[in-house]
């Protein structure tokens, strides 16, 4: 088994709030991320993706056609956008990075078409990243 990664940028506004709880407690639970304006973040996106090489291509899958798949179906629909009004996929959910993450996940989960889908990995800050398998 061999891992093959591809990396992409984003950049996009949020904010992160509980319409359930009222001001004081989403300003108690979300602090700054709760700002009523939102707040922007560039992203770091990793999709991994595990399989055999193919003995014909010595690819796992073309990362060029990789590169195509996470565009059309991630980058085109979150880069300058606000993740909680303008997302189809993210409709209803508190984005963020984890939910961001399983949202990604379930947008790309088929659409692979070498190899299995075995990470997501999203940087929000330098410092924050989040990682889902699945499940
Ligand atoms: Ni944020």
Redesign the pocket.
């Known amino acids: 088994m061999i891992y093959v990664t591809r990396r992409e940028v984003f950049s996009s506004s949020?904010r992160?709030f509980n319409p359930k709880y009222n001001e004081e407690e989403n300003n108690l639970i979300f602090g700054k991320?709760n700002n009523f304006n939102g707040?922007?973040?560039n992203y770091i996106l990793e999709v991994v993706v595990a399989g055999d090489i193919n003995p014909d291509t010595g690819y796992v899958i073309d990362l060029k056609m990789l590169k195509t798949i996470i565009i059309e179906n991630v980058i085109k629909k979150v880069d300058h956008k606000n993740l909680n009004m303008d997302v189809d996929f993210l409709s209803g959910i508190i984005p963020t990075a984890e939910n961001i993450a399983v949202g990604i996940w379930d947008q790309l989960k088929d659409k692979i078409p070498s190899g299995n889908l075995y990470a997501i990995k999203l940087y929000?800050t330098e410092n924050n990243y989040v990682e889902y398998k699945g499940e």
């Open positions: 949020h992160l991320c707040h922007g973040h929000e």
